[in-house]
């Protein structure tokens, strides 16, 4: 199976051995972990096992594979035509030196980790995809779809950057009807009204789970930890959707019960700390790692891989699939990606987190290279100042070269927050 | 009596402060090298020795910079940041932001009038902006770090150096003085390129008066008028600007010593008291001397 999707078998080997050491390292070796957690675990050792397997057979049923990097990426549409979605491996230092052979180095970790993966071979979800979707949110990953495209069949939906006009909602739904286009005929199926509706509970209904899942962690002391709740979104991604939402389900009633029995991983009297900025795509757990390292949790993410995904519903607005087109557009056009402007939206939510999951602090995540996220994060400071929460900005990639230093900030903000 | 020791293990210097009974009366200073642990043993022994005490005679210890997790004696680590802030405020109970330049990193922390931090920032990954940098510069130019300063002050027309990447500014320094720029103007164009990173660094924070200027690259006079030029501040240099991060941690360890069950502790020690400073917090160059300052 492994060689007739053209994996770098050698590189591959290589990949999993770093990833079975870092995950025993950082998640088997926490205390008091949910017992529900015991699933993610399994996925995460077969993540290039059994869920490959099933793409793969589903693929010779002659289903299609889409595979995305973003969350406008509208999955309801690839669900109601029968196909899978899958987010695309980029989360790994790993693949960045096989990029770097062909693209700018002076382009963010995310981008630079995914074309690596593809040129190297050494993703598996990539090579089983019938289609990449990419988007239009930052200039980076637009150019390097071009040249993705050459490689594999790559669409690019056009994403507008003002939420404000009627032009960027007209754009929305014109995209959403091309989209839905694309999909049909990839995969010869013709979205109808029921497909789509009952796609679309589908999708809710793993929205709604995870909501839960983040919902439990307001508690103090919290029941989950952010490196276990990262996971779980990061897991969201590739995993079987209903399988998944029926696991985070059972994930959510055990932390509705440690809410209620006080059971939680971290210390009280440790500050809260709540993440925001960009996303830290599987199996990036470098920032998580350092903070929990240190006792602190973590207890919420504002960010593609967190609550930008999961946070709005598609709301019913009719039956016929035009009425059901605009609800998409109405639920995708409220993510708050840093590439809108004005964006202020994004920084009501992220002040309004703070304050809904308790948060002493906020560690703000800069991708190197991500204009958007950067300069954003001067609203986001100062919006959150205005409310007595301190933020600190991390400005890093995947490499482990400033890990010692970025501790050392992450261990100051926590004195400053509670000084001995 | 109530003996507390800082350790501060640098990524260069390792620095140990002896506070008897609210008095720094003693420190030391001693190149880290391979191994921080051995090093601030090192230099807690010739502490000790010096001042005819044994490791039993001391309550407390605070450990705190790169190295403060390999120091295997310690009661307690606290960060840089967080010691410097401390370390300050005992010099100069005005200080509200203190700019350290140590030998791999350079930060700005701004305090708030009870002496917390109130933020800080430190410089990315690269050496650019700290003594590293300096020292680099010193081989190339072929003088010592240490007069570094001197020369750089007597520059009538310090040099432009562009580049802050230090493996670039070192190949700058060499073309310029191969054709033939003054020794002198180059020493004080790489102190204005230093002065400009780090006062940008400064300015994210906000500068607020008093500034205290720490670590070793405040013992640079040229450092400290480039500074002060660029920030349009005075600067105030305690006596021994490289000992701020372990007077503080010694101070911090009084505090924890205070909070730490009676059972456990050797002596107690109650808040120390800050005391206003005279208007000059201290003046560069006075011979005030460090040791034996009461706080």
């Known amino acids: 199976m492994w060689s007739d999707l053209g994996l770098n078998l050698e590189k591959h080997d290589v990949l999993l051995g770093a990833l079975g050491k870092a995950y025993g390292d950082l998640f088997m070796a926490q205390k008091n972990r949910p017992k529900k957690m015991e699933y993610y675990n399994f996925v995460i050792s077969e993540v290039h096992g059994l869920r490959v397997k099933e793409l793969v057979e589903r693929k010779k049923a002659g289903k299609k594979v889409i595979g995305a990097f973003c969350l406008y990426a509208p999955e309801e549409l690839v669900y109601a035509a029968d196909a899978t979605m899958v987010g695309l491996c980029g989360g790994a230092d790993f693949s960045i030196p096989d990029a770097e052979a062909q693209i700018p180095r002076e382009l963010c970790p995310l981008i630079k980790s995914f074309y690596g993966f593809k040129v190297g071979g050494t993703c598996p979800y990539f090579q089983s995809c019938n289609l990449v979707v990419g988007e239009t949110t930052c200039d980076g990953k637009k150019k390097v779809y071009e040249l993705l495209g050459e490689i594999t069949p790559t669409y690019v939906m056009e994403i507008p950057h003002r939420t404000d006009t009627p032009q960027a909602r007209a754009l929305w739904l014109a995209e959403m009807k091309a989209f839905k286009a694309q999909i049909e005929q990839l995969t010869g199926n013709v979205i109808e009204k029921g497909a789509l509706k009952e796609a679309i509970r589908l999708i809710n209904e793993k929205r709604k789970a995870m909501k839960r899942v983040s919902e439990a962690r307001k508690a103090s002391p919290v029941p989950i930890s952010g490196l276990d709740a990262l996971l779980v979104n990061q897991i969201s991604f590739y995993d079987d959707v209903e399988r998944f939402t029926k696991m985070t389900n059972e994930l959510a009633d055990e932390l509705e019960e440690r809410n209620r029995a006080g059971n939680g991983v971290a210390s009280a009297d440790k500050p809260r700390l709540m993440f925001s900025g960009c996303p830290m795509a599987i199996p990036n757990w470098k920032l998580h790692s350092i903070i929990e390292g240190m006792g602190v949790p973590v207890v919420a993410e504002e960010s593609c891989i967190g609550s930008r995904y999961f946070t709005d519903l598609v709301q019913p607005k009719g039956s016929s699939v035009d009425s059901m087109l605009e609800a998409l557009v109405d639920r995708y056009a409220q993510i708050s990606c840093a590439c809108f402007t004005p964006n202020n939206e994004r920084i009501e939510k992220v002040v309004q987190m703070a304050k809904e999951y308790h948060a002493d602090g906020v560690v703000y995540n800069v991708l190197q290279y991500c204009h958007a996220y950067n300069v954003e994060a001067v609203k986001v400071g100062r919006a959150l100042k205005a409310k007595g929460v301190p933020m600190l900005k991390i400005n890093t990639d995947y490499s482990s070269e400033d890990v010692e230093q970025i501790r050392t900030r992450v261990e100051a903000f926590t004195e400053m927050l509670r000084p001995s | ?295």
């Open chain 2, 1 to 295: 009596m109530v003996r507390l020791v800082g350790v501060d293990i640098g990524a260069v210097a390792t620095k140990v402060a002896l506070v008897t009974d609210g008095t720094l009366t003693a420190s030391h200073i001693l190149p880290t090298g391979v191994d921080g642990n051995a090093a601030a043993r090192r230099a807690l022994r010739k502490l000790l020795e010096t001042n005819s005490l044994t490791a039993s005679d001391i309550a407390y210890t605070v450990s705190t910079g790169y190295g403060r997790r390999t120091y295997s004696r310690a009661n307690r680590t606290v960060t840089e940041i967080t010691a410097h802030g401390e370390g300050a405020r005992r010099f100069c109970a005005e200080a509200r932001t203190i700019i350290d330049i140590g030998g791999q990193d350079s930060k700005a922390i701004s305090l708030s009038e009870d002496g917390g931090v109130l933020n800080f920032i430190m410089n990315d990954r690269c050496a650019a902006g700290t003594g590293r940098f300096l020292e680099v510069m010193s081989r190339a130019l072929r003088v010592r770090v240490s007069g570094m300063g001197e020369i750089a002050l007597q520059s009538q027309q310090p040099a432009r150096i562009s580049s802050t990447c230090t493996v670039f500014s070192e190949s700058e320094v060499i073309s310029l003085l191969t054709n033939g720029r003054d020794k002198r103007d180059i020493a004080a164009g790489l102190c204005e390129s230093i002065a400009k990173r780090v006062s940008t660094l400064a300015k994210s924070v906000g500068v607020r008066e008093k500034v205290v200027f720490s670590g070793g690259v405040a013992k640079n006079v040229g450092m400290v008028a480039a500074l002060e030029k660029e920030l349009k501040v005075k600067l105030l240099v305690p006596p021994e600007p490289q000992i701020i991060g372990a007077v503080g941690a010694a101070f911090i360890a009084g505090r924890l010593l205070g909070a730490e069950p009676k059972s456990t502790i050797l002596g107690t020690v109650g808040e120390v008291p800050v005391r206003a400073s005279p208007p000059d917090c201290f003046v560069r160059g006075a011979s005030e001397p460090t040791i034996g300052r009461t706080f």
